[in-house]
């Protein structure tokens, strides 16, 4: 375990065009980068703060996990850091809420910019600072493709991809979350970008009351984005990844235009990809709907991960169009 492994990330990093301008990104993923204690740790970068998620592992001992805790504070000192902050990540339960490490950090919401477009970020007193670093490259495919699109993302958290449409000239956007605090941040994100709620409107609600909802009132989006946690428990009942993905795809099919685009992803090692397909399959057979793949969501470059180890590699979900019949 040595202060090079985050020396190299950094690095290489800092040669990867595609963050330049960006003020948050993942500075270290720790499992595929780091060894001993530094394997179980990741480093993300807000500005110059910095949120340090720890995974609990039962197999490395309390003295090495001290000292990748230091080498991290040491390390990011000396590039600069105000402050860090960390999550700890139990293998069972609740995560506590974030706790200051070391340095000041901010005591309210600040913003951070990435690709010309602006999010609110919150480090201190939470479990997460608001803006998914791993969905990146689908901000980016939807600022350059969704020009004149009618656009729904659902589970949408905080809005970012939400924002990413709109800041790609989608004509509106509908936001629909289960969660009072983060719908109302996600409209404060569209509001900090300029995009006012005539066109783009902020529901809360459950997914699976307002899916059919809409598609009795006969609405019809050219873009729908599913982002479903791996379990929730709204007025419908419980939803699971690992149960309910053709049911949940099953309703926003009726929703999409003849030649709309479908956005699904996961975040779960749990479901394979052999599974998700299958489940995708049986909701388009069932609506006899064919799609075309337009492009594959894994993790970003900046998550490496070892090779073979396919746990660590959470994300999954494709980009698709519907091929007009």
């Not at 729904?152 to 956007?173: I, K, P, R």
Request: net charge neutral; charged share 20%; with cysteine.
């Amino acid at each position: 375990m040595s202060i090079n492994e985050l020396d190299l990330a950094w690095q290489w990093r800092l040669n990867l065009g595609s963050l330049q301008g960006n003020e948050a990104y993942r500075v270290f993923h720790g499992p595929g980068e780091g060894t001993g204690g530094l394997q179980s740790f990741a480093v993300d970068r807000y500005q110059d703060h910095y949120w340090v998620t720890q995974w609990e592992d039962a197999q490395l001992n309390s003295s090495s996990i001290l000292r990748a805790r230091e080498q991290i504070i040491t390390f990011l000192k000396a590039k600069g850091a105000q402050s860090v902050i960390s999550l700890g990540r139990p293998e069972k339960g609740v995560a506590p809420v974030s706790e200051l490490w070391w340095g000041s950090a901010p005591q309210e919401r600040f913003f951070v910019r990435e690709q010309g477009i602006q999010f609110w970020i919150q480090l201190l007193e939470t479990r997460h600072p608001g803006l998914f670093l791993d969905h990146f490259p689908l901000r980016k495919w939807l600022q350059k493709n969704m020009n004149g699109l009618r656009v729904l993302n659902t589970f949408a958290y905080t809005g970012s991809l939400s924002v990413a449409a709109a800041a790609g000239g989608a004509s509106q956007v509908t936001t629909l979350d289960l969660s009072k605090p983060t719908i109302q941040w996600a409209k404060e994100n569209l509001q900090l970008n300029g995009f006012v709620e005539d066109a783009h409107r902020c529901i809360f609600g459950d997914v699976f009351e307002w899916l059919p909802k809409m598609a009795r009132e006969k609405k019809v989006f050219d873009c729908v984005i599913l982002d479903p946690p791996s379990f929730s428990h709204g007025n419908k009942g419980r939803f699971s990844t690992s149960k309910d993905l053709t049911k949940l795809h099953s309703l926003a099919l009726d929703l999409l235009s003849e030649e709309g685009y479908l956005i699904t992803s996961i975040n779960s090692a749990n479901v394979s990809w052999k599974k998700y397909e299958s489940d995708l399959m049986e909701a388009f057979s069932a609506k006899r709907l064919k799609f075309r793949v337009i492009s594959q969501i894994d993790l970003p470059e900046t998550f490496p991960t070892f090779f073979g180890d396919a746990e660590q590699r959470y994300l999954k979900g494709w980009i698709l169009k519907r091929v007009k019949s």
